[in-house]
């Protein structure tokens, strides 16, 4: 029987979502925590891919990780990537500074006194009602161990528009807008189990040291939200002047949008490009007097994917992938 289509992508007979566009992600696959939503996100996105006449392959590595692998690792020479698992569920945001070294730090202590504090305090009082301090200390390391576990493995966020849809977005977005011509010179990955700690990229690196170690890591990660979209390169990226000069003709002011490269002074952005000599964090922030900073993400206000931001990213790495920055 033939497919009918709602306005949501939906099929009546079936009841698939259908991915005709790189956006349809956020509606298809809204969630990509299970081994089954993983599955079947990577299906319908290796068939939308195929379609436009793409190599892709799933290439299996460490805990169970399943890298989505596009184009030839081999010989390119740009690596974009992005991250598709889908973080846990938090109480509270996950407040990234990346170039605000004491707030940065400061948010580190308040997470782990949220972790520590409550779990002592449970043990400590079941260790003086059973008149058994052991016993606490036990109950202490149980909770503390579970509280890790949630933030790693919990329940899912069912809003991740930013972390990391927009991300997954973007990459799709830009493979299927870049010239035939020039997609020898890219290989697009999208990374599992980022959320758990960066465990597919570092499988990834590990089964590829050769290429990666002279390749450009593009890594997009939480580039839905924010004016001000920023490239954070490595410290080893940052002595290379060369590959430095071609990332500094990318800045600029795209209407309401600005693209920076933070190649001098602190700057930490913890995602996957860190497992990459040549790795470079890309991803969009906003501004208060404190500096910049991102927000919402692993809560339940996790909701905004601004297009505008998708495609400002996809013309300036176009720009960089096809050679058309100044040497």
């Given at each position: 029987?033939?497919?009918?289509?709602?306005?949501?992508?939906?099929?009546?007979?079936?009841?698939?979502?259908?991915?005709?566009?790189?956006?349809?992600?956020?509606?298809?696959?809204?969630?990509?925590?299970?081994?089954?939503?993983?599955?079947?996100?990577?299906?319908?996105?290796?068939?939308?891919?195929?379609?436009?006449?793409?190599?892709?392959?799933?290439?299996?590595?460490?805990?169970?990780?399943?890298?989505?692998?596009?184009?030839?690792?081999?010989?390119?020479?740009?690596?974009?990537?992005?991250?598709?698992?889908?973080?846990?569920?938090?109480?509270?945001?996950?407040?990234?500074?990346?170039?605000?070294?004491?707030?940065?730090?400061?948010?580190?202590?308040?997470?782990?006194?949220?972790?520590?504090?409550?779990?002592?305090?449970?043990?400590?009082?079941?260790?003086?009602?059973?008149?058994?301090?052991?016993?606490?200390?036990?109950?202490?390391?149980?909770?503390?161990?579970?509280?890790?576990?949630?933030?790693?493995?919990?329940?899912?966020?069912?809003?991740?528009?930013?972390?990391?849809?927009?991300?997954?977005?973007?990459?799709?977005?830009?493979?299927?807008?870049?010239?035939?011509?020039?997609?020898?010179?890219?290989?697009?990955?999208?990374?599992?189990?980022?959320?758990?700690?960066?465990?597919?990229?570092?499988?990834?690196?590990?089964?590829?040291?050769k290429e990666t170690a002279h390749q450009l890591v593009?890594?997009?990660?939480?580039?839905?939200?924010?004016?001000?979209?920023?490239?954070?390169?490595?410290?080893?990226?940052?002595?290379?002047?060369?590959?430095?000069?071609?990332?500094?003709?990318?800045?600029?002011?795209?209407?309401?949008?600005?693209?920076?490269?933070?190649?001098?002074?602190?700057?930490?952005?913890?995602?996957?490009?860190?497992?990459?000599?040549?790795?470079?964090?890309?991803?969009?922030?906003?501004?208060?007097?404190?500096?910049?900073?991102?927000?919402?993400?692993?809560?339940?206000?996790?909701?905004?994917?601004?297009?505008?931001?998708?495609?400002?990213?996809?013309?300036?790495?176009?720009?960089?992938?096809?050679?058309?920055?100044?040497?």
């Amino acid at each position: 029987a033939p497919s009918v289509r709602t306005d949501r992508g939906r099929c009546f007979f079936t009841g698939r979502c259908s991915m005709t566009t790189p956006m349809d992600v956020a509606k298809c696959h809204p969630v990509r925590k299970s081994r089954q939503q993983k599955e079947a996100f990577r299906r319908d996105v290796t068939s939308w891919l195929e379609h436009l006449g793409y190599e892709v392959h799933t290439e299996k590595g460490s805990f169970g990780s399943r890298n989505l692998v596009i184009g030839n690792p081999q010989s390119s020479k740009f690596l974009v990537t992005a991250h598709y698992d889908t973080c846990a569920r938090l109480p509270f945001p996950n407040l990234i500074t990346p170039c605000n070294f004491w707030l940065f730090l400061l948010y580190q202590i308040f997470v782990c006194a949220v972790l520590l504090l409550p779990a002592a305090a449970i043990g400590a009082v079941a260790g003086w009602l059973l008149h058994f301090p052991r016993m606490g200390y036990y109950l202490f390391s149980i909770l503390l161990w579970a509280e890790l576990l949630l933030m790693l493995i919990g329940p899912a966020n069912p809003s991740n528009a930013n972390d990391n849809t927009s991300g997954v977005v973007t990459l799709l977005t830009l493979a299927g807008s870049l010239p035939p011509e020039n997609r020898k010179d890219v290989c697009f990955v999208l990374f599992d189990l980022e959320e758990a700690g960066l465990i597919g990229s570092s499988s990834y690196q590990s089964k590829h040291k050769k290429e990666t170690a002279h390749q450009l890591v593009l890594n997009l990660d939480c580039v839905g939200e924010g004016d001000e979209i920023y490239l954070f390169p490595t410290g080893k990226l940052k002595k290379n002047p060369k590959i430095l000069l071609s990332l500094e003709h990318l800045q600029g002011n795209f209407g309401q949008k600005s693209v920076t490269l933070r190649s001098k002074g602190f700057s930490i952005y913890p995602s996957d490009q860190m497992n990459f000599p040549y790795g470079v964090g890309i991803c969009a922030l906003n501004r208060c007097k404190a500096g910049l900073y991102l927000s919402r993400i692993h809560t339940p206000r996790d909701t905004l994917l601004d297009e505008t931001n998708v495609n400002t990213l996809c013309a300036v790495l176009r720009k960089l992938i096809c050679g058309c920055t100044a040497q």
